[in-house]
Protein backbone atom coordinates (compact mmCIF):
# COMPACT_ATOMS: atom_id res chain seq x y z
CA UNK A 1 0.00 0.00 0.00
CA UNK A 2 1.12 3.56 -0.27
CA UNK A 3 -0.12 7.11 0.33
CA UNK A 4 -2.42 6.40 -1.93
CA UNK A 5 -4.46 3.80 0.23
CA UNK A 6 -4.26 1.15 -2.81
CA UNK A 7 -1.40 -1.31 -3.84
CA UNK A 8 0.91 0.73 -6.56
CA UNK A 9 1.98 -1.60 -9.91
CA UNK A 10 3.93 -0.22 -13.29
CA UNK A 11 2.80 -1.52 -16.56
CA UNK A 12 5.80 -1.07 -18.20
CA UNK A 13 7.34 -4.13 -16.28
CA UNK A 14 4.46 -6.15 -17.82
CA UNK A 15 4.85 -4.48 -21.42
CA UNK A 16 8.51 -4.39 -21.51
CA UNK A 17 10.42 -6.32 -18.83
CA UNK A 18 11.67 -9.66 -18.52
CA UNK A 19 10.26 -13.12 -17.19
CA UNK A 20 11.02 -12.03 -13.86
CA UNK A 21 9.38 -8.45 -14.08
CA UNK A 22 6.17 -9.91 -15.81
CA UNK A 23 5.96 -12.20 -13.39
CA UNK A 24 6.26 -10.15 -10.32
CA UNK A 25 3.23 -7.78 -11.70
CA UNK A 26 0.82 -11.17 -12.65
CA UNK A 27 1.66 -11.69 -9.11
CA UNK A 28 0.78 -8.19 -7.64
CA UNK A 29 -1.63 -7.04 -9.66
CA UNK A 30 -3.62 -10.43 -9.11
CA UNK A 31 -3.31 -9.62 -5.76
CA UNK A 32 -4.45 -6.56 -5.91
CA UNK A 33 -8.07 -7.48 -7.41
CA UNK A 34 -8.21 -10.63 -5.22
CA UNK A 35 -7.75 -8.57 -1.73
CA UNK A 36 -8.30 -4.99 -2.28
CA UNK A 37 -10.37 -5.21 -6.37
CA UNK A 38 -8.40 -2.21 -6.67
CA UNK A 39 -5.38 -0.73 -7.87
CA UNK A 40 -3.14 2.23 -8.86
CA UNK A 41 -1.15 2.18 -12.25
CA UNK A 42 1.94 4.31 -13.16
CA UNK A 43 3.43 4.09 -16.86
CA UNK A 44 -0.21 3.12 -18.30
CA UNK A 45 0.71 4.22 -21.56
CA UNK A 46 -2.59 6.78 -21.73
CA UNK A 47 -0.77 9.92 -23.19
CA UNK A 48 -1.06 12.94 -20.71
CA UNK A 49 -1.72 15.27 -23.37
CA UNK A 50 -4.52 13.75 -24.61
CA UNK A 51 -6.19 12.87 -21.22
CA UNK A 52 -5.33 16.80 -20.06
CA UNK A 53 -6.78 17.66 -23.40
CA UNK A 54 -9.88 15.94 -23.25
CA UNK A 55 -10.18 17.04 -19.60
CA UNK A 56 -10.73 20.96 -21.05
CA UNK A 57 -12.67 20.14 -23.83
CA UNK A 58 -14.95 18.54 -21.44
CA UNK A 59 -14.93 21.48 -19.02
CA UNK A 60 -16.26 23.36 -22.20
CA UNK A 61 -18.62 21.04 -23.11
CA UNK A 62 -20.23 20.72 -19.65
CA UNK A 63 -20.13 24.91 -19.36
CA UNK A 64 -22.64 25.01 -21.91
CA UNK A 65 -25.97 26.33 -21.40
CA UNK A 66 -28.85 23.39 -20.37
CA UNK A 67 -30.66 23.67 -23.63
CA UNK A 68 -27.69 23.21 -25.66
CA UNK A 69 -26.37 19.81 -23.99
CA UNK A 70 -29.93 18.85 -24.43
CA UNK A 71 -29.38 18.73 -27.86
CA UNK A 72 -26.57 15.73 -27.30
CA UNK A 73 -29.37 13.66 -25.75
CA UNK A 74 -29.97 10.74 -27.37
CA UNK A 75 -33.58 9.03 -26.20
CA UNK A 76 -33.87 5.48 -26.76
CA UNK A 77 -30.23 4.39 -26.15
CA UNK A 78 -30.46 4.50 -22.34
CA UNK A 79 -27.97 6.66 -21.87
CA UNK A 80 -24.86 4.77 -24.06
CA UNK A 81 -24.52 7.62 -25.99
CA UNK A 82 -24.23 11.35 -26.03
CA UNK A 83 -25.57 13.18 -23.21
CA UNK A 84 -27.52 12.21 -20.03
CA UNK A 85 -29.05 15.67 -17.81
CA UNK A 86 -28.23 15.78 -13.65
CA UNK A 87 -30.21 13.80 -11.57
CA UNK A 88 -31.16 10.67 -14.10
CA UNK A 89 -29.11 8.13 -12.98
CA UNK A 90 -28.92 6.49 -9.31
CA UNK A 91 -27.03 3.48 -7.93
CA UNK A 92 -29.31 -0.04 -8.12
CA UNK A 93 -30.28 0.08 -4.40
CA UNK A 94 -31.24 3.92 -4.39
CA UNK A 95 -34.07 5.80 -5.39
CA UNK A 96 -32.24 9.11 -5.20
CA UNK A 97 -30.74 10.06 -8.26
CA UNK A 98 -26.63 11.06 -8.23
CA UNK A 99 -25.64 14.67 -8.14
CA UNK A 100 -23.70 14.45 -11.68
CA UNK A 101 -24.54 14.93 -15.20
CA UNK A 102 -22.44 13.10 -17.68
CA UNK A 103 -21.63 12.35 -21.69
CA UNK A 104 -21.01 8.60 -23.23
CA UNK A 105 -18.81 7.56 -26.08
CA UNK A 106 -18.74 3.97 -27.07
CA UNK A 107 -17.03 1.91 -29.75
CA UNK A 108 -16.05 3.21 -32.93
CA UNK A 109 -16.98 0.32 -35.93
CA UNK A 110 -17.57 0.99 -39.53
CA UNK A 111 -20.91 0.69 -41.06
CA UNK A 112 -20.60 -3.00 -42.69
CA UNK A 113 -19.13 -4.44 -39.05
CA UNK A 114 -20.97 -7.56 -37.89
CA UNK A 115 -21.73 -6.06 -34.67
CA UNK A 116 -22.96 -2.60 -36.04
CA UNK A 117 -26.53 -2.61 -35.11
CA UNK A 118 -25.49 -2.81 -31.00
CA UNK A 119 -23.10 0.41 -31.60
CA UNK A 120 -24.95 3.49 -32.04
CA UNK A 121 -23.09 6.14 -33.89
CA UNK A 122 -21.48 8.29 -31.38
CA UNK A 123 -22.85 11.55 -30.77
CA UNK A 124 -20.47 14.69 -32.62
CA UNK A 125 -20.33 17.72 -30.46
CA UNK A 126 -20.23 20.60 -32.47
CA UNK A 127 -20.50 23.48 -30.17
CA UNK A 128 -17.25 22.05 -28.70
CA UNK A 129 -15.37 20.81 -32.03
CA UNK A 130 -11.61 19.34 -30.16
CA UNK A 131 -14.21 16.99 -27.86
CA UNK A 132 -15.60 14.36 -30.75
CA UNK A 133 -11.80 13.91 -31.56
CA UNK A 134 -10.24 13.68 -28.70
CA UNK A 135 -12.76 11.36 -27.03
CA UNK A 136 -11.76 9.19 -29.80
CA UNK A 137 -8.23 9.00 -29.13
CA UNK A 138 -8.80 8.57 -25.03
CA UNK A 139 -11.44 5.78 -25.70
CA UNK A 140 -8.61 3.95 -28.01
CA UNK A 141 -5.59 4.63 -25.45
CA UNK A 142 -7.64 3.31 -22.75
CA UNK A 143 -8.39 -0.19 -24.65
CA UNK A 144 -4.92 -0.43 -25.47
CA UNK A 145 -4.14 -0.22 -21.54
CA UNK A 146 -7.17 -2.34 -20.40
CA UNK A 147 -6.10 -5.03 -22.93
CA UNK A 148 -2.29 -5.04 -21.30
CA UNK A 149 -3.85 -5.20 -17.86
CA UNK A 150 -6.34 -8.34 -19.12
CA UNK A 151 -3.73 -10.09 -20.72
CA UNK A 152 -1.88 -9.85 -17.03
CA UNK A 153 -5.20 -11.33 -15.04
CA UNK A 154 -5.28 -14.26 -17.39
CA UNK A 155 -2.40 -15.31 -16.93
CA UNK A 156 -2.56 -14.58 -12.71
CA UNK A 157 -6.05 -17.07 -13.84
CA UNK A 158 -4.10 -19.75 -15.17
CA UNK A 159 -5.49 -19.02 -18.78
CA UNK A 160 -3.66 -18.35 -21.88
CA UNK A 161 -2.20 -14.61 -21.92
CA UNK A 162 -5.00 -13.89 -24.95
CA UNK A 163 -7.94 -15.07 -23.62
CA UNK A 164 -9.64 -11.89 -23.35
CA UNK A 165 -8.61 -10.57 -26.86
CA UNK A 166 -11.00 -11.86 -28.51
CA UNK A 167 -13.63 -11.06 -26.62
CA UNK A 168 -12.77 -7.28 -25.99
CA UNK A 169 -11.68 -6.56 -29.63
CA UNK A 170 -14.94 -4.16 -30.61
CA UNK A 171 -16.11 -4.85 -27.50
CA UNK A 172 -19.08 -2.70 -26.04
CA UNK A 173 -16.75 -0.55 -24.10
CA UNK A 174 -18.13 2.80 -22.69
CA UNK A 175 -15.63 6.50 -21.93
CA UNK A 176 -17.43 8.65 -19.77
CA UNK A 177 -16.73 11.99 -19.00
CA UNK A 178 -18.56 12.65 -15.74
CA UNK A 179 -19.58 16.31 -14.40
CA UNK A 180 -20.69 16.77 -10.58
CA UNK A 181 -21.78 20.39 -10.56
CA UNK A 182 -20.56 22.92 -7.65
CA UNK A 183 -23.40 21.88 -4.53
CA UNK A 184 -25.76 24.77 -3.99
CA UNK A 185 -27.68 23.81 -1.04
CA UNK A 186 -27.92 20.77 1.35
CA UNK A 187 -28.51 17.96 -0.64
CA UNK A 188 -31.37 15.84 1.02
CA UNK A 189 -30.02 12.40 1.04
CA UNK A 190 -27.80 12.27 -2.15
CA UNK A 191 -24.43 11.80 -2.94
CA UNK A 192 -22.23 12.52 -5.99
CA UNK A 193 -22.35 9.24 -6.62
CA UNK A 194 -24.12 6.53 -4.66
CA UNK A 195 -22.13 3.32 -3.21
CA UNK A 196 -22.15 1.08 -6.37
CA UNK A 197 -19.84 -1.67 -8.08
CA UNK A 198 -19.05 -1.12 -11.85
CA UNK A 199 -20.99 -3.73 -14.28
CA UNK A 200 -18.32 -4.14 -16.71
CA UNK A 201 -14.81 -6.34 -16.29
CA UNK A 202 -12.50 -4.10 -15.53
CA UNK A 203 -12.89 0.28 -15.24
CA UNK A 204 -9.51 2.37 -16.05
CA UNK A 205 -10.07 6.31 -14.20
CA UNK A 206 -7.66 8.95 -14.64
CA UNK A 207 -7.53 11.33 -11.97
CA UNK A 208 -10.00 13.20 -10.89
CA UNK A 209 -10.16 17.08 -10.72
CA UNK A 210 -11.44 17.01 -7.26
CA UNK A 211 -10.99 14.70 -4.54
CA UNK A 212 -14.17 12.22 -2.90
CA UNK A 213 -13.28 8.94 -4.45
CA UNK A 214 -14.11 6.22 -1.39
CA UNK A 215 -13.85 2.55 -1.26
CA UNK A 216 -15.79 -0.01 1.13
CA UNK A 217 -12.96 -2.22 2.93
CA UNK A 218 -13.73 -5.73 3.68
CA UNK A 219 -13.47 -4.32 7.79
CA UNK A 220 -16.35 -2.38 6.14
CA UNK A 221 -15.02 1.10 6.31
CA UNK A 222 -14.47 4.12 3.28
CA UNK A 223 -11.42 4.36 2.81
CA UNK A 224 -10.00 7.48 0.66
CA UNK A 225 -8.21 6.91 -2.64
CA UNK A 226 -6.08 9.77 -4.03
CA UNK A 227 -4.14 8.94 -7.25
CA UNK A 228 -1.19 10.95 -7.79
CA UNK A 229 -0.49 12.56 -10.92
CA UNK A 230 -0.33 10.83 -14.13
CA UNK A 231 -1.44 7.63 -12.33
CA UNK A 232 -4.98 5.70 -13.40
CA UNK A 233 -6.90 4.14 -10.61
CA UNK A 234 -8.30 0.22 -12.24
CA UNK A 235 -10.85 -1.95 -10.54
CA UNK A 236 -12.53 -4.88 -10.94
CA UNK A 237 -15.97 -5.00 -12.23
CA UNK A 238 -18.92 -7.02 -11.36
CA UNK A 239 -18.58 -9.14 -15.00
CA UNK A 240 -14.75 -10.18 -14.28
CA UNK A 241 -15.85 -10.96 -10.15
CA UNK A 242 -18.75 -13.12 -11.97
CA UNK A 243 -16.45 -14.76 -14.34
CA UNK A 244 -14.23 -15.86 -11.14
CA UNK A 245 -17.13 -16.72 -9.06
CA UNK A 246 -15.83 -13.85 -6.62
CA UNK A 247 -12.16 -14.70 -6.67
CA UNK A 248 -11.74 -11.34 -7.67
CA UNK A 249 -13.29 -8.59 -6.30
CA UNK A 250 -15.56 -5.95 -7.31
CA UNK A 251 -15.25 -3.16 -4.53
CA UNK A 252 -18.16 -1.23 -3.23
CA UNK A 253 -17.15 2.34 -4.42
CA UNK A 254 -18.76 5.95 -3.98
CA UNK A 255 -18.40 9.84 -4.52
CA UNK A 256 -18.61 11.82 -1.35
CA UNK A 257 -19.67 15.29 -1.25
CA UNK A 258 -17.10 17.63 0.02
CA UNK A 259 -16.45 19.39 2.93
CA UNK A 260 -19.11 22.75 2.89
CA UNK A 261 -16.34 25.00 2.26
CA UNK A 262 -15.42 23.36 -0.92
CA UNK A 263 -18.85 23.06 -2.26
CA UNK A 264 -18.38 25.39 -5.03
CA UNK A 265 -15.72 23.32 -6.86
CA UNK A 266 -17.04 21.18 -9.46
CA UNK A 267 -15.59 17.78 -9.81
CA UNK A 268 -14.92 16.35 -13.35
CA UNK A 269 -14.28 12.58 -13.76
CA UNK A 270 -13.31 10.23 -16.68
CA UNK A 271 -13.72 6.65 -16.25
CA UNK A 272 -13.39 4.19 -19.12
CA UNK A 273 -15.67 0.85 -18.34
CA UNK A 274 -13.75 -1.96 -20.54
CA UNK A 275 -16.83 -3.96 -21.74
CA UNK A 276 -16.42 -7.30 -23.73
CA UNK A 277 -18.71 -8.10 -26.66
CA UNK A 278 -22.15 -9.05 -26.01
CA UNK A 279 -21.86 -13.00 -26.90
CA UNK A 280 -19.04 -12.91 -24.12
CA UNK A 281 -20.05 -16.33 -22.03
CA UNK A 282 -19.74 -15.38 -18.07
CA UNK A 283 -20.22 -18.56 -16.83
CA UNK A 284 -17.40 -19.44 -14.07
CA UNK A 285 -14.37 -20.39 -15.27
CA UNK A 286 -14.34 -23.85 -13.81
CA UNK A 287 -10.79 -22.97 -12.16
CA UNK A 288 -12.34 -20.48 -10.04
CA UNK A 289 -15.13 -23.23 -8.89
CA UNK A 290 -13.94 -24.98 -4.99
CA UNK A 291 -15.55 -26.87 -2.48
CA UNK A 292 -14.95 -23.86 -0.21
CA UNK A 293 -16.37 -21.25 -3.04
CA UNK A 294 -19.46 -23.06 -4.91
CA UNK A 295 -20.42 -21.85 -7.84
CA UNK A 296 -22.86 -18.59 -6.89
CA UNK A 297 -24.16 -17.14 -10.46
CA UNK A 298 -26.68 -18.69 -13.09
CA UNK A 299 -24.91 -18.58 -16.97
CA UNK A 300 -25.61 -15.60 -18.32
CA UNK A 301 -23.91 -13.43 -21.59
CA UNK A 302 -22.12 -10.21 -20.98
CA UNK A 303 -24.92 -8.91 -23.20
CA UNK A 304 -27.73 -9.92 -20.87
CA UNK A 305 -26.18 -9.13 -17.91
CA UNK A 306 -25.45 -5.16 -18.93
CA UNK A 307 -29.38 -5.03 -19.93
CA UNK A 308 -30.54 -6.52 -17.08
CA UNK A 309 -27.94 -3.70 -15.11
CA UNK A 310 -28.93 -0.71 -16.94
CA UNK A 311 -32.50 -1.20 -16.42
CA UNK A 312 -31.72 -1.80 -12.42
CA UNK A 313 -30.05 2.00 -11.93
CA UNK A 314 -32.83 3.67 -14.11
CA UNK A 315 -30.65 4.23 -17.81
CA UNK A 316 -33.12 1.83 -19.57
CA UNK A 317 -37.13 1.85 -18.99
Given at each position: ??????????????????????????????????????????????????????????????????????????????????????GTEHAKQSKV?????????????????????????????????????????????????????????????????????????????????????????????????????????????????????????????????????????????????????????????????????????????????????????????????????????????????????????????
Amino acid sequence: MSGRNIPVVDLDKFKNGNDTDRKAFVEKLGKAFHEVGFVCVVNHGVPKEVVDNFYNSSKEFFSLPVEKKRTYLLDGLAGQRGYTAFGTEHAKQSKVADLKEFFQIGQYVDADHPNKEEYPDNVYVDAVPAFSDLSKQLYQAFEQSGAHLLRAIALYLGLDEGYFDQYIKDGNSILRAIHYPPITHEPETAIRAEQHEDINLITLLVGASAGGLQLLTSDNEWLDITPEENEIVINVGDMLQRLTNNYLKSTTHRVVNPPKHQWHIPRLSIPFFLHPRSEMDLTCLDSCVTEDRPIAYENMTAGAYLDERLREIGLKK
